[in-house]
């Protein structure tokens, strides 16, 4: 993939650009939305660039791209890219935009690195960058072409659903009356709205339960400000949206799906969440159910309390409908008899051999059962998960 003189000037440099990536990408995005200031309002989330989570995301990004060409030329880090390039599809990232972002990424690195940056450091980081660029490039027109639905549409809110205090339910219609394309479990699609000062922002939300026909249903938990900003399209959304309220929304993406190979209906599963993290796994449940999936399925998840447990009906009435479901709830507060108190802990929890697991919720939990998980002997291979906003697993 990348050429040996290219692998070696990598290879002899990446320290150095490992050491300045923070710097760089902070100067890359200033730079960036100095000239393009449509792209902070209307494309990028402004709370990730002011929390600096998404400058960490995109520097963990490049670095672990850049690794792995070196220690694996004959690989490509397809796993990493997918997830990516479905956000970017989500969001309705076009080619011509990479164009952009080379530019002021390369204006970054040779700021920052100053002579360093020859014009063979240049070509070879150049080579990294196009390499990753196309790859993305060529995933997200697949996903563009697979979607089933022409770009962004209008939704209208035709019902809305209090689950918790900080948590609401919306039931949405197509507005133009016209189908509504199925989607796999654990997928999300991208909400747009347009706030008070008139920018146009753009979020994530997982799609809760099973497919229907003529309706889509996203939960969304408004995100209060103190350690990270205010979630300005959440609480948008709770204090602004209504019934006959029109929102619009992307095509589902994700890669966070249920294998559906042949041997779905015999491979142990376990569904791990934590907090908002149970969108994707309410939605995971109710496909199974349906499609009468036969094998064990361990349930688990951790919340600050019962009342804090979003969709907890749904998510324990799917799994009560599996002929082979366990459900271990922990939670910090309040924790009613038949559950557990504190966080989450997988030692007294059964494994099946073979166990396929998903996660999903903070990156310190999914970290935690992770970790618990391959010592309890489950392949790192068979273990997924998503991260709700800019994915730091790589970063740190």
Known sequence: MLSEQSAATVRATLPAVAAAIGEITERFYAGLFAAHRALLRD???RGNQAAGTQRQALAGSIAAFATHLVEHPDQRPDAMLGRIAHKHASLGVTP???????EHLFAAIADVLGEAVTPEVAAAWGEVYWLMANALIAIEKRLYEESGEPGRRDWEVVERIPE???VTTFRLRPVDG????GFRAGQYVSVGVELPDGAHQIRQYSLTGAPETTVRQISVKRVH???TPEGEVSNHLHARVHEGSVLRLSAPYGDLVLDEAPDGTTTPLLLASAGIGVTPMVAMLAHLAESGHRAPVTVVHGDRSPADHALRTDHEAYAAKLPDAAVHFWYEQEAPQGT????VDLADVPVAPGTRAYLCGPLP???AVRAQLVERGVSPADIHYEVFGPDLWLAR
Do not use: I, S
């Open 43 to 45: 494309l990028f989330n």
């Open 96 to 102: 011509e935009q990479y164009e952009v972002v080379h």
């Open 164 to 166: 918790t205090a900080d």
């Open 178 to 181: 016209g189908p509504v394309t």
């Open 225 to 227: 400000g103190g350690t």
């Open 340 to 343: 557990r108190t504190g966080l």
């Open 365 to 367: 939990f999914m970290r």
